[in-house]
């Protein structure tokens, strides 16, 4: 690798992650070391392409992949777990191969099988599961030619995902039970689909004057979408390319669901960080709430003391207006008697008056509303 990749402007990292990716054999840790001393060590065969046909790899000298800036699927990731999740899928024995005639398909892959109905496609014409909720779908939109490649493909991943000790549920819903992939603790969807092109229809084999000027026609090209469960949309797309199908992708697609665990870890944490935030914000606009209104019961308290207060003050100057107009006044009269409640009533409403002193805080306490707390 240190010697051959230079001539392809290159580094050994580099040059090693496209034979990775093209299926290549490299020499184990040793073998040039046996070389040297006369020693014959075995050397890995070439491995036969997907369809049997040969292949051809170009190199562009124009594209540069240095040691400094390979950045490696491990490295998507800080958790130490997800990084030895990642490493596994990268061994070529660990590779998830698809059986062109599997001898049995998983319980899910066989329920949405036995779905599939002439009938049932939507305005692109795929085909697609019947949904209901009296049974599991896996959310399969594909041309009716490709269900049995769609369900082959379905079959060899979810069983290598369980096979990693991850779990396949079913969960209910209103109207249907969706397919989940749990790793982690999280779950995920996916959405096998295929690609359509659009072809125009000719003038004269259109359907009157406002006619379907193009139609849909499938063109055999897979895309599998991840998606999280809180988001409406991809996380992650892998498509089928010229050369690479999705079934030699599975391994890529499991590399890709583990650093979308933490993708959704850490989504999690941002939303307990904004709702712990946010309860703070409310906490604290409470507060200041009860300050304001706490605020607001102290001025009303002391207007109304200083209009008792005048009131207090108008009432004994006119009993004294009253006395002097009206001197002398008998003792237990019937005015002496309304003269004296109308003085107790003054030193009643008066807030300096001789029987009490009532404080804005004691009676703010005693009277004001109390908000309950927010939660």
């Known amino acids: 690798m240190t010697k051959v990749a230079p001539r392809f402007d290159l580094s050994d990292v580099g040059m090693a992650k496209l034979c990775k990716r093209y299926d290549i054999p490299r020499p184990p840790v040793g073998y040039w070391a046996q070389k040297q001393v006369g020693k014959e060590p075995d050397r890995a065969p070439l491995p036969p392409t997907q369809d049997g046909t040969s292949e051809t790899i170009e190199f562009s000298m124009e594209q540069k992949a240095t040691a400094a800036t390979v950045v490696t699927a491990a490295d998507r ?4 777990q997800l990084k030895k999740l990642i490493c596994f ?5 660990n590779r998830i191969v698809v059986s062109e005639n599997p001898s049995k398909f998983h319980p899910f892959v066989r329920e949405t099988k036995a779905s599939f109905s002439e009938r049932a496609t939507d305005r692109q014409g795929m085909h697609s599961p019947n949904w209901t909720n009296d049974g599991v779908r896996l959310d399969v939109h594909v041309a009716k030619e490709s269900v049995p490649r769609a369900l082959r493909f379905m079959d060899a991943f979810i069983k ?9 549920v079913a969960e209910a819903t209103e109207y249907r ?15 096998l689909r295929e690609k359509t092109k659009m072809v125009p229809i000719p003038e004269s084999q259109r359907e009157g004057r406002y006619g379907a000027r193009t139609n849909y026609e499938p063109t055999g090209l897979f895309e599998l979408q991840l998606r999280r469960r809180q988001m409406g949309f991809a996380e992650m797309t892998w498509k089928d390319g010229k050369r690479i199908k999705l079934e030699v992708q599975l391994n890529d697609i499991m590399i890709g669901l583990i650093v979308a665990v933490e993708k959704e870890r850490d989504w999690r944490l941002q939303q307990e960080e904004y709702e ?15 300050e304001r209104r706490k605020e607001e019961q102290k001025i009303s308290e002391l207007n109304q003391m200083v209009l008792n207060w005048d009131q207090a003050a108008r009432i004994r100057d006119f009993m004294a207006d ?7 006044i008998d003792e237990g009269s019937e005015l002496a008697q309304w003269m004296d409640w109308a ?3 003054a030193d009643k409403i008066d807030p300096l008056g001789p029987q009490r002193l009532v404080l804005p805080e004691a009676q703010a ?3 004001s509303p109390r908000p309950s707390k927010p939660r």
């Open 343 to 345: 003085l107790k009533h």
């Open 322 to 328: 009253v006395r002097t107009r009206r001197s002398p």
């Open 77 to 80: 990731v800080r958790d130490e």
């Open 276 to 290: 712990l935030q946010r309860r703070e914000n409310e906490a604290k606009r409470w507060q200041q709430e009860q």
């Open 365 to 367: 306490e005693n009277n």
């Open 160 to 168: 290598a995902f369980e096979k990693r000790g991850h779990k396949v």
């Open 177 to 191: 039970r969706d397919v989940l992939f749990v790793i982690l603790g999280e779950q995920f969807s996916f959405r």
């Open 89 to 93: 899928e990268e061994h070529p024995e």
